[in-house]
Structures are given as structure tokens and as C-alpha cells.
């Protein structure tokens, strides 16, 4: 199957990154689904700057648009209206051939039940994203995703399929795919929501070697512990960011 999708992969032109971009900047996005009920509007008019090497935690009350707000800069949803740049691109401009391949090279995506692919093995799962954007020489492929396995701690797992790893060990695998093509962004979604303390404890403690290795990344979270621990916490409330001064974090 991958070997049918490579040439498609391989066809689609993505516009140059703009150079010294911020990691993120959302203008004035809003984001209208429409339900049984009519139109609701779930983003009402988000900017946010995110600068490269920053350590993001996305907080607020469930239903207020935290994974709304996360889809619209994965590419995984569209804004309604508003601009959406990312690492230099605007992605609110891509066609979705573009976008699938832009987030595979652009952005690694964490969400909270792992996701990895049950009948492959961890080494595979982490070798995917490789596969499917051919960044890598297939040769070092094997090896790269051994090192990854190793650099968050399961590499003694690398042969087992995912149920046979406990829920700290899937995420671990998860965040070493995510890291499989070097994506300069990682975003992820209450990556910790299915673990215990001391595990999600681990994750974040990951999170923060890898801004220090000069990776972006922006993460929800309910936990407000582990939102202390990033270098910015971002509040969201009823489709909008409020703003630093309301809520006590950050510097003025
Ligand atoms: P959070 O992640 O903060 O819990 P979400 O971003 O998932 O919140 O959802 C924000 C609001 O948008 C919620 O009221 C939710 O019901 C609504 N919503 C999310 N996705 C859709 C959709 N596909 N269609 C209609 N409404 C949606
Ligand atoms: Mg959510």
C-alpha cells in the first residue's frame, strides 16, 4: 500500500517555508461547524504567536475549542475563516493532498489513546511515518527508529506489538513516531489523559528535553501541575484565548 502511495507523495509541491517564521501564528481564526441545531461557532476569533523552541500548554474547561484550536494548526480541521501559518507555511492555503503531506513532514501529532497501528510491530509503527514521506534513506529507516525508541526509553520493546506494552510505554512509542521524519512542531492532544501521575509526569519531562533540543510543541492538557511545567500556559475559554493579564500566567 505505501508503495502505491510514494509517487502520489512524491508528485505533490508544497510552496516554500517562509524563513524565520514563527512556529505558529494563528490570525483572527474562527471556526463555524454547522450542527442539527444550525451554525455554532466553536473558534471566535483566535490569535496566538507561538515562538520556535517554546514549551505551549493549552488549558480550559472540556467543549471551550482546545482540540478545535490544535486540529486548525495540524491541518487535521480548516478554519472557517482566518490565516494559519505554520513553520513558515500558510496552511490555511493548502489543498489537502499538500496538507497530508506538509503535517507529515512538518508535524509530529500526540493524542491521548496512542493510536499506533495494532498489527505492526513498535519498531514498524515508528518507522511509518518514514515510509510514507520518504525523507529518510530506506537503509537507515531500521536504525533511526531504533535510536528514537531508545531516546524515549523503550528500545527493549522494539519487536512487541503495542498490546503488549503498557499505556506509558505506547505513548513513549507514540512520541518517537511522531518524532520519525524530525518535524521542527509537535502538537499534542491531552497526551497524558490515559496515564498515570508519575508516567505523564515522565512524558512532560520528555517534552521539555525535546524544546530544549529546540523543538516547538504545544500541548492540552487538563492537569494544571503539568501545565505549570511548560513555558507558557495559553487559556481557552468559550472559542477565545484569554488573555495572559486575566488569568495570572505569563510575563506582561
Ligand atoms: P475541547 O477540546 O476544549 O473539549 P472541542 O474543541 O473538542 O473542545 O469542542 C469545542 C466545541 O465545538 C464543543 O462544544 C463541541 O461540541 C463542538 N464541536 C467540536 N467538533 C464538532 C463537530 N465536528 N461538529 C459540531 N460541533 C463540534
Ligand atoms: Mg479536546
Same mark, same amino acid.
Given at each position: 500500500?505505501?508503495?502505491? @502511495?510514494? /509517487? ?26 454547522? +450542527?442539527?441545531?444550525?451554525? =455554532? ?13 517554546? =514549551? ?22 480548516? /478554519? ?7 513553520? &513558515? ?14 503535517? &507529515? ?8 489513546? =496512542?493510536?499506533?497501528? /495494532? +498489527? ?28 528514537? @525508541? ?17 499505556? &506509558? ?51 492540552? +492538557? ?16 468559550? &472559542? ?13
Amino acid at each position: 500500500m505505501i508503495g502505491k @502511495l510514494l /509517487p502520489w507523495l512524491a508528485a505533490v509541491d508544497l510552496p516554500r517555508p517562509k524563513p524565520e517564521a514563527a512556529a505558529v501564528a494563528l490570525t483572527a481564526v474562527r471556526k463555524v461547524y454547522m +450542527t442539527g441545531a444550525g451554525e =455554532f461557532v466553536a473558534l471566535k476569533g483566535i490569535d496566538l504567536q507561538v515562538d520556535k523552541g517554546e =514549551f505551549v500548554a493549552v488549558v480550559g474547561k472540556s467543549g471551550n475549542g482546545k482540540s478545535t484550536l490544535i486540529n486548525m494548526i495540524t491541518g487535521i480541521d480548516r /478554519p472557517t475563516s482566518g490565516d494559519v501559518w505554520v513553520a &513558515g507555511t500558510p496552511v490555511h492555503t493548502l489543498t489537502e493532498n499538500q496538507i497530508a503531506v506538509w503535517r &507529515g513532514r512538518t508535524v509530529g501529532v500526540v493524542f491521548q489513546f =496512542f493510536q499506533l497501528l /495494532p +498489527t505492526l510491530t513498535v519498531l514498524e509503527n515508528v518507522m511509518l511515518p518514514m515510509d510514507f514521506c520518504n525523507v529518510y534513506d530506506p537503509a537507515e529507516r531500521p536504525e533511526r527508529a531504533m535510536e528514537l @525508541l531508545k531516546l524515549v526509553g523503550v528500545e527493549n520493546q522494539a519487536d512487541k506489538v503495542p498490546a503488549n506494552l503498557s499505556g &506509558g510505554q505506547q505513548q513513549r512509542v507514540a512520541i518517537a513516531r511522531c518524532l520519525s521524519n524530525d518535524p521542527p512542531l509537535l502538537v499534542a492532544d491531552e497526551p497524558t489523559g490515559n496515564l498515570d501521575s508519575r508516567t505523564a509526569e515522565a512524558v512532560i519531562e520528555l517534552f521539555r528535553e525535546l524544546t530544549r533540543g529546540g523543538k516547538t510543541i504545544l500541548m492540552v +492538557t487538563h492537569d494544571e501541575d503539568l501545565a505549570r511545567r511548560s513555558s507558557r500556559i495559553v487559556t481557552v475559554s468559550e &472559542g477565545l484565548i484569554v488573555p495572559a493579564a486575566l488569568t495570572g500566567e505569563g510575563t506582561l
